[in-house]
């Protein structure tokens, strides 16, 4: 970017300079005069002619077909756990053919979409004179999803219109931790309540709210682990919870940045507050279901 800004500078110090020039012997001219004094031709000086330039054709960006993918595509992917929105940025690097179709982006996979929801930035596309096409791809395993891991996403690219093609990323295996992670931040008390957050996504509800929208996490064979991640940067805290989650030991507090890491086995409802600071009616909710 910065290059690319010095170069225009540059173009404009020359035009500028250029111009002043011009501007400069044009008023020599008119003050005294620049043509040739005989009348002849003898005088007059021509530059030789200059032969012309061959500028080499500029490299075609994507020469091996109309798409070329980051080779490291998906390399960034951790472990998704239930819930957590996950984004992985990535590039397209377009043929110069493409200049002016529409190209769209997709993720092709087959985990089911009430498993995986999954976004893509941008989907559609006008490819215009710069073909290189940054990428994000959203990924969230709903907590209530099924999915268990080990099923691939690939990112599929499309140019619509007569000259149709299309061509695949390579495929990236969508990992998948069985854990809900849970961040809890805030002082507590009624008038300020913690802030319950799984990573990536919006706070939770907590009362009466809550209560109607609990958390559905679907319980698999071996359990899930909730951890609850003290995001308080200064005070260690103890989770009250009822119901499916145990009441973490009042002797054993989650130090900042540490965590609670109960392993849920049974279904049913819970809901969880801070037991030094809050009360019930501030609590978040949850519901397990096998
Ligand atoms: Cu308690």
């Given at each position: 970017?910065s290059?690319?800004?010095?170069v225009?500078?540059?173009?404009?110090?020359?035009?500028?300079?250029?111009?002043?020039?011009?501007?400069?012997?044009?008023?020599?001219?008119?003050?005294?005069?620049?043509?040739?004094?005989a009348?002849?031709?003898?005088?007059?000086?021509?530059?030789?002619?200059?032969?012309?330039?061959?500028h080499?054709?500029?490299?075609?960006?994507?020469?091996?077909g109309?798409?070329?993918?980051?080779?490291?595509?998906?390399?960034?992917?951790?472990?998704?756990?239930?819930?957590?929105?996950?984004?992985?940025?990535?590039?397209?690097?377009?043929?110069?053919?493409?200049?002016?179709?529409?190209?769209?982006?997709?993720?092709?996979?087959?985990?089911?979409?009430s498993?995986?929801?999954?976004?893509?930035?941008?989907?559609?596309?006008?490819?215009?004179d710069?073909?290189?096409?940054?990428?994000?791809?959203?990924?969230?395993?709903?907590t209530?999803?099924?999915?268990?891991?080990?099923?691939?996403?690939?990112?599929?690219?499309?140019?619509?219109?007569?000259?149709?093609?299309?061509?695949?990323?390579?495929?990236?295996?969508?990992a998948?931790?069985?854990?809900?992670?849970?961040?809890y931040?805030?002082?507590?008390?009624?008038?300020?309540?913690?802030?319950?957050?799984?990573?990536?996504?919006?706070?939770?509800?907590?009362?009466?709210?809550g209560?109607?929208v609990?958390?559905?996490?679907?319980?698999?064979?071996q359990?899930?682990?909730?951890?609850?991640?003290?995001?308080?940067?200064?005070a260690?805290?103890?989770?009250?919870c009822?119901?499916?989650?145990p009441?973490?030991?009042?002797?054993?507090?989650?130090?900042?940045?540490?965590f609670?890491?109960?392993?849920?086995?049974?279904?049913?409802?819970?809901?969880?507050?801070?037991?030094?600071?809050?009360?019930?009616?501030?609590?978040?909710y949850?519901q397990?279901?096998?």
């Amino acid at each position: 970017m910065s290059s690319r800004f010095e170069v225009m500078t540059m173009a404009i110090q020359r035009r500028t300079s250029t111009l002043f020039i011009g501007a400069f012997l044009f008023a020599g001219c008119a003050f005294a005069g620049c043509g040739d004094p005989a009348g002849d031709g003898a005088m007059a000086m021509e530059d030789p002619p200059v032969p012309p330039t061959e500028h080499p054709p500029e490299p075609e960006p994507c020469a091996t077909g109309a798409f070329c993918f980051d080779a490291q595509f998906g390399s960034q992917l951790q472990q998704l756990t239930l819930g957590a929105r996950t984004t992985v940025n990535t590039a397209v690097v377009l043929s110069k053919k493409l200049v002016g179709q529409t190209v769209n982006f997709s993720i092709v996979t087959p985990i089911p979409q009430s498993d995986l929801m999954i976004e893509v930035s941008p989907a559609s596309i006008t490819v215009g004179d710069d073909v290189n096409i940054p990428v994000e791809v959203s990924l969230q395993v709903p907590t209530a999803s099924a999915y268990e891991g080990g099923k691939t996403i690939t990112l599929h690219a499309e140019a619509m219109g007569p000259a149709a093609t299309s061509a695949d990323s390579k495929a990236v295996t969508v990992a998948l931790d069985p854990r809900l992670i849970v961040e809890y931040s805030g002082k507590g008390g009624m008038a300020n309540p913690h802030t319950w957050t799984i990573p990536g996504n919006d706070p939770l509800k907590i009362g009466i709210a809550g209560q109607k929208v609990p958390t559905v996490v679907k319980l698999r064979t071996q359990g899930v682990r909730v951890s609850f991640v003290n995001k308080d940067a200064t005070a260690s805290h103890v989770i009250h919870c009822g119901g499916a989650i145990p009441h973490q030991p009042t002797d054993k507090p989650t130090p900042p940045n540490g965590f609670y890491s109960p392993l849920i086995q049974t279904s049913g409802s819970a809901s969880c507050y801070d037991h030094n600071l809050e009360s019930q009616s501030v609590a978040v909710y949850f519901q397990f279901n096998k």
